[in-house]
T-cell receptor, first 114, second 114 residues
């Protein structure tokens, strides 16, 4: 099976812009979680989508949003970008239907906000 | 509330020597604990997990972890380190009430020197 794919791998934006990141989970996995990784804060949970519905949410402002499509692909959107949004954004897929907890991570999207 | 702590930012070990990467946890309810490894410019890879059962859990690449309830620890171990084990290691705990919400430690950089 193909692994988790994320596009694009690198992005450079300026403050105030918005950005959309994409994640395609492993075939058959219907759960997609998003994380923000920064040197100072480590890995922080953003949200999880399962069956096109947000199931869990972390402590991030409303500028961070997401959605999931019927084919389980997920997008994450960040509006009104701030310098502090510069980070590696990771998505992970899980086979929630089988009750399995292991998360399979994609390579991440490196976002730089100037 | 759930949380994990990795008290060491960095661990240095010589190739062939045993290694230990420490993790302590705080949970309400039974702990679901995980270890992940991250290589440069890559996403996280699942190593092993503890849900229930034997306190010694065996995982990928020769790693194992020991669950100690009285000390609330879940240390990662390997009997003989390889240079290729050099990477960033994360301990994580699953939120008791949310199937796919994880809390990650700050990460420990493992350096294995030849």
């Amino acid at each position: 099976k193909a692994g988790v794919t994320q596009t694009p791998r690198y992005l450079i934006k300026t403050r105030g812009q918005q950005v959309t990141l994409s994640c395609s989970p492993i075939s058959g996995h219907r759960s997609v979680s998003w994380y923000q990784q920064t040197p100072g804060q480590g890995l922080q949970f953003l949200f999880e989508y399962f069956s096109e519905t947000q199931r869990n949410k972390g402590n991030f402002p409303g500028r961070f949003s997401g959605r999931q499509f019927s084919n389980s692909r997920s997008e994450m959107n960040v509006s009104t970008l701030e310098l502090g949004d510069s980070a590696l954004y990771l998505c992970a897929s899980t086979d929630r239907d089988r009750g399995l907890n292991e998360q399979f991570f994609g390579p991440g999207t490196r976002l730089t906000v100037l | 509330a759930q949380s994990v702590a990795q008290p060491e930012d960095q661990v240095n070990v010589a190739e062939g020597n045993p290694l230990t990467v420490k993790c302590t946890y705080s949970v309400s309810g039974n702990p679901y604990l995980f270890w992940y490894v991250q290589y440069p410019n890559r996403g996280l890879q699942f190593l092993l997990k503890y849900i229930t059962g034997d306190n010694l859990v065996k995982g990928s690449y020769g790693f194992e972890a020991e669950f100690n309830k009285s000390q609330t620890s879940f240390h990662l171990k390997k009997p003989s380190a390889l240079v290729s084990d050099s990477a960033l290691y994360f301990c994580a705990v699953r939120d008791w009430n949310n199937f796919n919400k994880f809390y990650f430690g700050s990460g420990t950089k493992l350096n294995v020197k030849p």
